[in-house]
């Protein structure tokens, strides 16, 4: 299956993160490569809200090619107002196709976030065959809740 990461205009509520970060997709549109962020309170994107609180990130990246194959490293993934990880143990990443607006298509499994906010995430994703605008969300991961899948707290930036 050949995805194609189709790039759309960015959203008012997006363009200050995005403008801090870089996204890219090779030639071919089959590959999508962005820095990562932390979130700011009151954001919704692909359904999902973000934390209540501020995050920060020290460095991260996201890399999702056309096979589906999801690597994600971030370092330094933790609240902007006591540099912890506020006892968050894992992480998902969720892959929105159509921008802030749009819904998740595809979520990974879940890994560890260390206490220095270190998380590396790499997995297979069944994926749509078009995908406009990506955005992929760090989300928290909780085992015993409904849904586990809690607030996004760090995303990509949006294909553009």
Same mark, same amino acid.
């Given at each position: 299956?050949?995805?194609?990461?189709?790039?759309?205009?960015?959203?008012?509520?997006?363009?200050?993160?995005?403008?801090?970060?870089?996204?890219?997709?090779?030639?071919?549109?089959?590959?999508?490569?962005?820095?990562?962020?932390?979130?700011?309170?009151?954001?919704?994107?692909?359904?999902?809200?973000?934390?209540?609180?501020?995050?920060? +990130?020290?460095?991260?990246? +996201?890399?999702?090619?056309?096979?589906?194959?999801?690597?994600?490293?971030?370092?330094?993934? +933790?609240?902007?107002?006591?540099?912890?990880?506020?006892?968050? !143990?894992?992480?998902?990443?969720?892959?929105?196709?159509?921008?802030?607006?749009?819904?998740?298509?595809?979520?990974?499994?879940?890994?560890?976030?260390?206490?220095?906010?270190?998380?590396?995430?790499?997995?297979?994703?069944?994926? !749509?065959?078009?995908?406009?605008?990506?955005?992929?969300?760090?989300?928290?991961?909780?085992?015993?809740? +409904?849904?586990?899948?809690? !607030?996004?707290?760090?995303?990509?930036?949006?294909?553009?």
């Amino acid at each position: 299956m050949l995805t194609k990461f189709v790039g759309v205009g960015l959203t008012a509520a997006l363009m200050v993160a995005a403008a801090a970060m870089t996204t890219e997709a090779k030639d071919d549109d089959t590959t999508y490569q962005s820095a990562i962020v932390g979130s700011t309170p009151g954001m919704t994107i692909g359904g999902v809200t973000s934390g209540g609180a501020a995050w920060k +990130v020290a460095r991260g990246r +996201v890399t999702l090619e056309a096979t589906g194959r999801l690597k994600i490293e971030v370092f330094g993934l +933790v609240l902007a107002a006591n540099d912890t990880t506020g006892g968050i !143990p894992e992480v998902v990443a969720s892959l929105v196709c159509g921008g802030s607006g749009g819904s998740i298509a595809a979520t990974s499994v879940q890994a560890g976030l260390s206490v220095a906010g270190n998380a590396e995430i790499r997995d297979e994703l069944a994926l !749509p065959t078009i995908c406009p605008a990506p955005v992929v969300l760090i989300q928290i991961f909780r085992p015993a809740s +409904v849904p586990q899948f809690g !607030p996004f707290i760090a995303l990509s930036g949006i294909s553009g």
